[in-house]
Structures are given as C-alpha cells and as structure tokens.
C-alpha cells in the first residue's frame, strides 16, 4: 500500500480567516494530488486536480480564488481556503496518485481534515 | 461523460452472512479501471479492490471480490462471511484508461448485525 498524511485532521476558525491544509504523500511521490469535499452521507466532490509544478486544474463551480492549491513538490500538495465562512464548514480529502508497473495507477487517500467554521 | 449509479442507499447483513452490493456505470471507453473503496466511520477512504477493464477475471481479495459483467456494465462487489469491521459506507469509483479522476457512485451504507 502507500500512505498518506493530511495535517491537520481538525480545525477550527473565525470566519473571515484562512485556513491551510496539508497533503503529504509518505512513501511514494505524486505527480498529481486530488482535492475532494464531502458532506455527511454523501459522496465525495473533486474540486481540483493538481499537478506538480503547475496551475492546479479546478472543477465548474469551484472557486479557484477562494480554494488556492499549491503543488510544490511531489510529495506535497496544500488547500487554502481563504476567507472561510461558514459555508465553506465541511470534510476536506485529499488523494495521492501512485504510479508503479508502467500504466498501473491507483489512488490514495489521506485521512481527512474536518474544518468548522464559526 | 461517464456516470456511476449505486442504486442501494443502504445495505444490512448478519455477521457471518454474504452481501452483495451493486454497482453500475456508463462509458463509451474500452479501456477503463473500476474500483470499490470503503469509508469506515473513521471517514478514511480505504481501496478494497480493483479490476482492470480488459481483463475477464474477477478481482478478488480475501473475503471480497467482484462480479465484473462489461456488456452490461455491472461491477457489483460481493462481501463474504462479513464481520462487523464492514460496516461502512461503499464508493464503486470508476477511472479512463488514459487517466485523469475518479468517478464516485453515491455510495452504499453497509450495517452488519451481530
């Protein structure tokens, strides 16, 4: 297996501040790094892709402005969320893609991050 | 643009017993990966299996496998002698051959009764 690591796993904010999260992958490297927002007892939202060393790729709908991605290195990826409000109050994942044997890819999923906007 | 569909909110077994929950998906792909993943009440995301489009053979891991049908775009997931450890809810996730994100069905909340 492969893992990966997401700091913190619970924040807590003022609305109006920002709020970073961090998505390490611990024993591989990763090209691209996913995004996702889940509500309780729902599926998982892709917000955006994002690519080492490049501009992050943003779903419709998702405000790239407010949901900053930064894929520095390759083992590491961070979501801001700028400006939080309330609304913005979810369950934050995010996943590593592991590529080994050519072709073969599967993708790795932190543990998330519980953000509560007050 | 491909879809996945779990049609069972919700899915209830005795310890012991086997459960199978469904999975469709619609694709005009040939080449294309399937995966089952689970999210305990923990909420981390954990892979179950996976089954590669172009191969014939179910996937299967210990107490878990699969029920691939590809003309009928099927991929249901077949838990046997379940423990109370499956409770969770079930993601069948679909991903293109060539890459790029997963698919996420809506999910299926497994409860599994002692």
């Known amino acids: 297996g492969a893992v990966v690591s997401q700091h913190p796993s619970r924040v807590i904010c003022k609305s109006g501040t920002s709020v970073k999260i961090e998505c390490r992958s611990l024993d591989f490297q990763a090209t691209t790094m996913f995004w996702y927002r889940q509500f309780p007892k729902q599926s998982l939202m892709l917000m955006a892709t994002?690519?080492?060393?490049?501009?992050?790729?943003?779903e419709q709908g998702v405000e790239k402005d407010k949901f900053l991605i930064n894929h520095a290195s390759l083992t590491l990826s961070t979501l801001t969320v700028t400006s939080a409000h309330p609304e913005d109050s979810s369950f934050y994942i995010c996943?590593?893609?592991?590529?080994?044997?050519?072709?073969?890819?599967?993708?790795?999923f932190g543990p998330g991050t519980r953000l509560l906007v007050l | 643009a491909q879809t996945v569909t779990q049609s069972q909110p919700e899915m209830s077994v005795q310890e012991a017993e086997t459960v199978t929950l469904s999975c469709t998906y619609d694709t005009s792909e040939s080449d294309y990966y399937l995966f089952w993943y689970k999210q305990p009440p923990s909420r981390q995301m954990i892979l179950v299996i996976r089954q590669e489009a172009y191969k014939q053979q179910n996937a299967t891991e210990n107490r878990f496998s699969v029920n691939f049908q590809k003309a009928a775009k099927s991929f249901s997931l077949k838990i046997s002698d379940s423990q109370l450890g499956d409770a969770a809810m079930y993601f069948c996730?679909?991903?293109?051959?060539?890459?790029?994100?997963?698919?996420f069905g809506q999910g299926t909340e497994l409860s599994v009764k002692p």
């Open positions: 994002s690519n080492e060393g490049s501009k992050a790729t943003y």
């Open positions: 996730a679909y991903r293109s051959g060539q890459g790029g994100k997963l698919i």
């Open positions: 996943s590593a893609r592991k590529v080994s044997g050519g072709l073969q890819e599967t993708q790795y």
